[in-house]
């Protein structure tokens, strides 16, 4: 349902909070590019970005590895991937401020995905589905890849799919801070604060309203419309109100490697046995499977996942790699959605005015500048128009009817 009587005023000062039209919790990727969008649809609306740590010390965008590919095995991912890489490609045009060029340092030497005869199916299968997507993959097999990629040990590989244009890496907490620097530039307004209540009352029909929501320091904020997006900790923010939203804040940590050997023309590449590694500046950086899958570990790296035997089997696919050396390593937290590994965007199922916009699982900073643009459509005017998002909407969670994501990296 279509945002109602939105103000027809510009945005009020920061102090004004007596009327928001939207309120968006939560200032990451999601929360900022959303806020972005709404102002470009519609400049007079008052839309307010409400966050705790504007330093974004464990925020998922702060902490992530920014790399975008088009090897989905979900339709709507893949044109969530399109837009993307068309909107990184053209950021200046979408998000500079006073004329100012942005460089995200995008590149596109593609991802490979390498499957072992067993997996050869499926990615044959996902190979299938990309293709008639318009994602441009080509299938190699082993004798092709060990031309392409000298550096490769393919034994043990039965194919390869590697991504021919639209695949590749960008600095993602620059996109991020292009999106909030250009959002905060068209009138929305800026409110630090932790979101400690939300108000709801019945609206008839068995929905609900979000009223407004009530922050750590006793300040009350009322909207018009209601924007969940905060990230990792999107379901523990709507914990008191019984909505279903299997999100979690899973612990993936990324290791710095230097390897004395260059690894020419190097793509993004996920080995049979799982582990990820890809160049970044002068060194690469890698992730495995992890260790411990509870939620809500805290935010150190885990070391033992590159212990002596991880090392090896590095070591077996890149033989470079014998000689490498551990830089230093970080954490994150993808915010998992456990019941399909799928992002969850649109309305809340039972509510006539909040929103959701999170639980991409480790796939969100290449899809932040379609997502957003399709909830903001849905905020607007009712549903998404550029790219129909609906199949990942609330209700499949509710109706127990998972859309499984089965390219799920680490
Ligand atoms: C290690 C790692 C690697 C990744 N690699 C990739 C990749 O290669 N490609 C890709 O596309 N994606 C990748 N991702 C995923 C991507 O980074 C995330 O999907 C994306 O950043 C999520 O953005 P977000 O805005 O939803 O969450 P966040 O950036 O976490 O933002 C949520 C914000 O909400 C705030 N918040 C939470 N609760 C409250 C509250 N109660 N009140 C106020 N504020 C609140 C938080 O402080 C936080 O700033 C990776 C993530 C990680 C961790």
């Not at 609306?45 to 740590?53: K, P």
């Not at 969530?80 to 979408?94: A, E, P, W």
Request: hydrophobic share 40%; charged share 20%.
């Amino acid at each position: 349902m279509p945002l109602k009587n939105p103000s027809s005023s510009f945005a009020p000062e920061s102090e004004d909070l007596d009327r928001i039209d939207v309120a968006i919790i939560g200032a990451g990727v999601m929360g900022a590019a959303t806020a972005y969008w709404l102002k470009r649809i519609n400049p007079n609306l008052s839309v307010a970005l409400i966050e705790r740590d504007y330093s974004f010390s464990k925020a998922s965008s702060t902490l992530s590895a920014s790399s975008i590919r088009q090897q989905f095995s979900c339709p709507v991912n893949i044109q969530l991937s399109q837009f993307g890489i068309q909107f990184l490609r053209t950021v200046s045009d979408h998000l500079s401020c006073a004329g100012e060029a942005i460089d995200l340092g995008l590149t596109e030497p593609g991802y490979l995905y390498l499957a072992s005869t067993d997996q050869e199916p499926s990615l044959r299968a996902a190979w299938d589905i990309q293709s008639r997507h318009g994602a441009k993959i080509a299938l190699l097999s082993a004798a092709e890849l060990a031309k392409r990629f000298p550096w490769l040990n393919t034994d043990g590989i039965a194919l390869g799919a590697l991504g021919l244009t639209g695949e590749g890496w960008f600095d993602g907490p620059a996109l991020h801070q292009a999106f909030l620097r250009k959002a905060l530039s068209l009138g929305v307004i800026k409110i630090q604060g932790e979101v400690k209540a939300i108000r709801c009352e019945s609206s008839g029909q068995d929905l609900r309203y979000a009223k407004s929501v009530c922050l750590a320091d006793g300040r009350e904020i009322t909207c018009g419309a209601l924007v969940n997006a905060a990230g990792a900790w999107s379901s523990s923010l709507v914990k008191d109100l019984e909505i279903e939203l299997p999100i979690g804040a899973a612990r993936r940590t990324v290791f710095v490697l230097s390897c004395p050997t260059p690894l020419t023309d190097c793509p993004l590449l996920i080995d049979t046995t799982g582990f990820w590694l890809r160049p970044e500046g002068r060194f690469l950086i890698a992730g495995m499977d992890p260790r411990a899958e509870e939620d809500d570990l805290p935010l150190d790296p885990d070391y033992s996942e590159l212990d002596e035997a991880q090392w090896a089997v590095l070591a077996h696919r890149i033989p470079a790699l014998e000689a490498m050396r551990i830089e230093r390593a970080w954490a994150g937290y993808y915010e998992m959605n456990h019941f399909d590994h799928n992002a969850v965007i649109g309305p809340l199922s039972g509510f006539e005015n909040f929103y959701c916009i999170a639980g991409f699982s480790g796939h969100g900073m290449q899809h932040a500048p379609g997502a957003a643009l399709a909830l903001a459509e849905w905020i607007l005017n009712g549903a998404p128009q550029t790219i129909d998002v609906r199949p990942l909407g609330h209700d499949r969670i509710v109706r127990g009817k998972p859309l499984r994501e089965l390219n799920v990296i680490g």
